[in-house]
């Protein structure tokens, strides 16, 4: 059994999500204790709870320690199988988050799979729809898998109520390398509010604007969603290149101005245009899990975080398999499975 401190590295939930994904598909148990111990508060939370009950339905797992608040979590794999499943966080916690717990053990399943899941599509503690959409699962399907997603309603952080729909065809994964991220096809944004007042989304936009000076005067622009799907903001910001899009957002916060958030997102995405790396920090968090499971590949990335640190560590011991990092002369790192 593998035995994992969550308060290493990141020492938030992450770690439990990978570990579920991981010990499904390599058949290895595996027991933490001190989950998520450097968060505020420590221990499982309800979008943790749902993740690792999806991976028991899907598996037939047995799992010890499984209730808001635990501390320690004891994990035995079944075998991920086919199917519909339909799965609820019942709060605002994260849709995209309980996807990415299940989404590699059906995709090596060897059957096609449906999933609905109801929570928050927008949480500013987890990567928007938009980016599993846009960012994320092109980069599956390069892979071999075909995986189709869709919002049916939006959900924002803190009343949740959304809904996704994803659809699987399941493929061997195959090893690729992303290191380049291609021409340059485009840039957007928008403001999307609901139950908020419009001047939020509107001082979003304008301030976007003016630090993104080289963008089209057309580029951004404002959605408002049915009250009911709120009350919430955010500014998506995406940059479209011929082998990938990468999504950045800001999410609406009380007490944080709005114009501020957009300040962040604009830099964000200016730091992002200037690198020479495929993946953002977001997205080479994700891409951790499929590049390891196909045995190889290659991409690269900025900075590596300490959430992508984290998701190495935790991969390499479940696989066996090595992953390394190595900064290239431009700034940007190449990261190598195998």
């Known amino acids: 059994m593998i035995i994992i401190d969550g308060s290493e590295g990141e020492g938030g939930g992450q770690i439990v999500r990978n570990s579920c994904a991981l010990s499904l598909v390599t058949g290895e148990p595996f027991r933490i204790t001190h989950v998520r111990g450097k968060r505020s508060k420590p221990g499982l939370m309800r979008q943790h709870v749902t993740a690792v ?17 635990s501390s320690e979590l004891e994990f035995r794999p079944g075998k991920a199988e086919p199917g519909e499943y339909h799965f609820a966080v019942g709060t605002a916690g994260s849709t995209g988050l309980v996807l990415q717990t299940v989404l590699m053990p059906l995709i090596l399943a060897g059957g096609p799979s449906r999933l609905v899941l109801e929570g928050g599509t927008h949480n500013m503690l987890a990567p928007p729809f938009d980016f599993i959409e846009k960012s994320f699962l092109p980069v599956i399907e390069r892979m071999g898998p075909k995986v189709r997603a869709r919002i049916v309603r939006h959900g924002f952080y803190p009343r949740g109520g959304g809904r996704i729909e994803i659809d699987i065809e399941p493929a061997p994964l195959a090893a690729i390398e992303c290191i380049e ?12 509010f609901a139950g908020v007042p419009f001047d939020i989304a509107d001082r979003m936009v304008k301030r976007a604007a003016k630090d993104l000076p080289d ?11 049915p009250a009911e799907q709120g009350p919430g903001v955010i ?5 479209r290149y011929a082998h990938v899009t990468e999504v ?34 977001y997205l080479a968090d994700q891409l951790i899990l499929p590049f390891v499971l196909a045995g190889g590949g290659a991409f690269t990335t900025v900075k590596p975080s300490q959430h992508t640190l984290t998701a190495i ?26």
């Open 53 to 69: 009950e999806a991976a028991c339905v899907i598996s037939g797992a047995e799992v010890r320690g499984l209730a808001v608040g």
């Open 313 to 338: 560590d935790i991969a390499q011991r479940f696989t066996g398999r090595r992953i390394t990092l190595a900064r290239q002369p431009a700034g940007e790192h190449l990261l190598t499975v195998g």
């Open 248 to 281: 950045v957002s800001g999410f609406g916060q009380l007490s944080v101005p709005a114009e501020r958030l957009a300040k962040t997102s604009a830099a964000r995405m200016k730091g992002y245009a200037e690198a020479q790396a495929f993946a953002g920090p």
């Open 181 to 192: 991220r291609g021409v340059a096809q485009g840039v957007a944004g928008q403001a999307m």
């Open 215 to 225: 963008w089209p005067e057309n580029a951004l622009c404002i959605r408002e969603l």
């Open 235 to 239: 500014l998506m910001l995406e940059a």
